[in-house]
């Protein structure tokens, strides 16, 4: 089965750029996956950022954007702040009515 | 406004059953699919389960497969996950979702599941 990864962790200063990816343990994903992020803080349900590979979720504000970089996609946070500390995950449509979560990614802003 | 109010969770043993319902607000239920996702005590996002607009499509999870049933009743504005055969490792908190281009727009808060015995 297919695993979605994630890097473990990020770090980015307040005002910093920071850039997440997802990628497949076999295979490069494009668009054709629909990848989507989710912004989860601890102890609240997750909150949708970015759906259809770069669509940004109504009231999502325009410092995230989402991309294909090379055979992954991409989450960019432009102009850190401090409550972008959060885990972030991305989700891929794998086809067949099943999709799949990435890993997950802890961003620290500091 | 839209809502997905998640209901049903608690403590259930292993090998036993639970009805979770998730009841929709401020939209029309029928035009929308729907998904549960779920996600264990410290862990990542997991999802579970899909049913489209009427009902008669239904996807799963191979974790869940033959174990859990989706299902809807346009009428009332709910979807249900009917868990079955419960083990440790289904313990969880479960979300509700609606559907949006292959993605999710609006999630519930959540309901937890906890198997012990």
């Known amino acids: 089965q297919t695993v979605v990864t994630q890097e473990p962790s990020f770090s980015v200063s307040p005002g910093g750029t920071v850039t997440l990816t997802c990628g497949l343990s076999?295979?490069?994903?494009?668009?054709?996956?629909?990848p989507s992020w989710f912004q989860q803080t601890p102890g609240q349900a997750p909150r949708t950022l970015i759906y259809r590979t770069n669509s940004r979720s109504s009231g999502v504000p325009d410092r995230f954007s989402g991309s294909i970089l090379g055979n992954k996609a991409a989450l960019t946070i432009t102009g850190a702040q401090a409550d972008d500390e959060s885990d972030y995950y991305c989700m891929m449509y794998m086809g067949s009515g099943i999709w799949v979560f990435g890993t997950g990614t802890k961003v620290t802003v500091l | 406004q839209v809502q997905v109010v998640e209901s049903g969770g608690g403590v259930v043993q292993p090998g036993g059953s639970l009805r979770l319902s998730c009841a929709a607000s401020g939209f029309t239920l029928r035009n929308y699919n729907m998904h549960w996702v779920r996600q264990a005590p410290g862990k990542g996002l997991e999802w579970v389960a899909f049913v489209e607009q009427a009902g008669s499509e239904k996807y799963y999870a191979d974790s869940v497969k033959g174990r859990f049933t989706i299902s809807r009743d346009n009428s009332k504005n709910t979807v249900y996950l009917q868990m079955n055969s419960l083990r440790g490792e289904d313990t969880a908190v479960y979300y509700c979702?609606?559907?949006?281009?292959?993605?999710?727009?609006?999630w519930g808060r959540g309901t937890l599941v906890t198997v012990s015995s």
């Open positions: 979702a609606r559907d949006y281009v292959y993605s999710f727009d609006y």
């Open positions: 076999s295979g490069s994903v494009s668009s054709s996956y629909y």
